[in-house]
C-alpha cells in the first residue's frame, strides 16, 4: 500500500490544520492506521492510531484532547484535525499503515509509511 500524507503548512499558534493521509494499492480495511511526527534532531513520536474497521483511537498523551482522528471510507483515507497547535508542534508529520488491525505506538509495527509533510507553528 502507498500512502501520502498532505495538508501540511505554516499556521499561528493557537490555530489548526488537518492533514490527510491517502492510500492506494489497496484499501485500509482490516489494517490500523497511525500518524507520528518528528522534528529536527528528535526521535519519531507516536501521536494517533485508529482501527480501520471498528474506528477504535489510541492517542499520545501529548496530544489528547487537542488532535483527533477520523476517516472517509469511501475516499480510502484518513485524517489529523490538530487543534490548539503550538510552537512545539513543529514537525513533519507521517502516516503509516499497520498489517494487523490493532493500533499501536511502536514505529516498527508499522509496515507502510508515506512521505510527511511538514507542519510550522509559529509564535
Known amino acids: 500500500v502507498q500512502l501520502q500524507a498532505s495538508g501540511g503548512g505554516l499556521v499561528q499558534a493557537g490555530g489548526s490544520l488537518r492533514l490527510s493521509c491517502a492510500a492506494s494499492?489497496?484499501?485500509?480495511?482490516?489494517?490500523?492506521v497511525g500518524w507520528f511526527r518528528q522534528a529536527p534532531g528528535t526521535e519519531r513520536e507516536f501521536l494517533s492510531a485508529t482501527r480501520w474497521n471498528s474506528g477504535y483511537t489510541i492517542y499520545a498523551n501529548s496530544v489528547q484532547g487537542r488532535f483527533t482522528n477520523s476517516k472517509d471510507n469511501a475516499k480510502n483515507t484518513m485524517y489529523l484535525q490538530m487543534n490548539s497547535l503550538k510552537p512545539e508542534d513543529t514537525a513533519v508529520y507521517y502516516c503509516?499503515?499497520?498489517?494487523?488491525?490493532?493500533?499501536?505506538?511502536?514505529?516498527?509495527?508499522?509496515?507502510?509509511w508515506g512521505r510527511g509533510t511538514l507542519v510550522t507553528v509559529s509564535s
Open positions: 494499492g489497496r484499501t485500509f480495511n482490516g489494517l490500523a
Open positions: 503509516a499503515a499497520k498489517i494487523s488491525p490493532g493500533g499501536s505506538p511502536m514505529n516498527s509495527d508499522y509496515a507502510y
